[in-house]
């Protein structure tokens, strides 16, 4: 090991110190200072003149006295592979890869995967590890096969709970606990036949997924059913949301803010289409904020955030939150408030996307000179719906829609008057 390299990250199992490679073994007896849990230091025989630290809780408080440590040996354990889900990742942000060294044992997936006979490249592994145990319910489709990091031994009941609630209740799930050491263990069960109110604390759920007829569970595609939403009538409805998200073309790890979020659809469904999809609803309305709340974590993105606020002084500041410049936004509400476009333009960064939406005259007008100023496409969508028209059916058209879209020029300019 190269005297750059200061930091070691160690994964260990269940299986301790037998189970560590050569050079694993060596990171841990040259280190100094040793870093990792109790349950791992326990794992590992002490050696004369080390200094050995247990995480405290939370683990980040240790985290500037580990960086300043810098240049000394310095070893870390972390269960199975630091990389998974595990403090090896979070450390990569901190210290830079030339300075650290990285030895991983076998990951709880890959033990779990190994102990089903799943091929691991066919399962969708996922942590609700200190998580909502709401963000599997994006994942829930007929078929897949998951694997999750458990956050203690009441999450299978919590997790059978919820797919019994979802239509699931034919899935099963194995619990895996203590993989690789003497007190591995297993239970296996429907979720509807699931009784355990609590397992072992260290536990791996493997879930091979069983949807029941009636099922709610969510398309891949945007525009969910509007009943899946809480609302009062302030909601992009079904077609038009579907759109509006094509418009917005979401992309890998984007922010989106969602300008008078009302339901929040358009920030649910933006997130809904990649794991690492970010959204801010704004929204002022204290009976709307319970609802998005309550959409958000019925359908999967508890971690939506939430600005507080009428626009465009809820817009001022939203980078306080830690997030970066949107890199597109929707305004489905205010956009006859002063300011409120002007604002959104200003925020968006070069290549940033806006869509906006109308349904009266006056917000029309307000579209149609966005579209004279900044360019853009201007589309009405116009929807009919079948109903009952006294013994026979009819098209009844809802109100036509004006949609704008742009994309702010790389040769960025701001709004004028």
Known sequence: MGTARWLSIVGIGEDGWDGLPPAARAAVESAAIL???????????????????????????????????????????????????GVGATLSRLVPAAETTMIPAASAFSLAASRLGWPLQDCRCLTVHGRPLELVVPHLQPNAKLLLLSWDGTTPAKLAALLRARGFGASRLTVLEAMGGAREGRLEATAEAWTEERTADLNTIALDCAAAPGARILPLAPGLPDDWFEHDGQITKREVRAVTLSFLAPRRGELLWDVGAGSGSIGIEWMLRDPANRAIAVEHHPERIARILANAAALGVPGLTLARGKAPAALTGLDLHGLERP???????????????????????????????AVTLESEAVLFDAHKRLGGELTQIAVARASAVGGFRGWRAAMPVTLWRAEKPHAEGTWTA
């Open 35 to 85: 870093y990792g849990g109790s349950r791992h230091l326990d794992l590992v025989p002490a050696v004369a003149g080390q200094e050995r630290l247990s995480w405290p809780s939370p683990m980040t408080d240790a985290f500037p006295g580990l960086i300043a440590r810098r240049g000394q040996r310095v070893c870390v354990l972390a269960s199975g592979d630091p990389s998974w889900y």
């Open 327 to 357: 890199d597109a936004i929707f305004i489905g509400g205010g956009l006859t408030t002063e300011g409120v476009l002007a604002t959104c333009w200003d925020a968006l960064p070069p290549g940033g996307r806006i869509a906006a939406n």
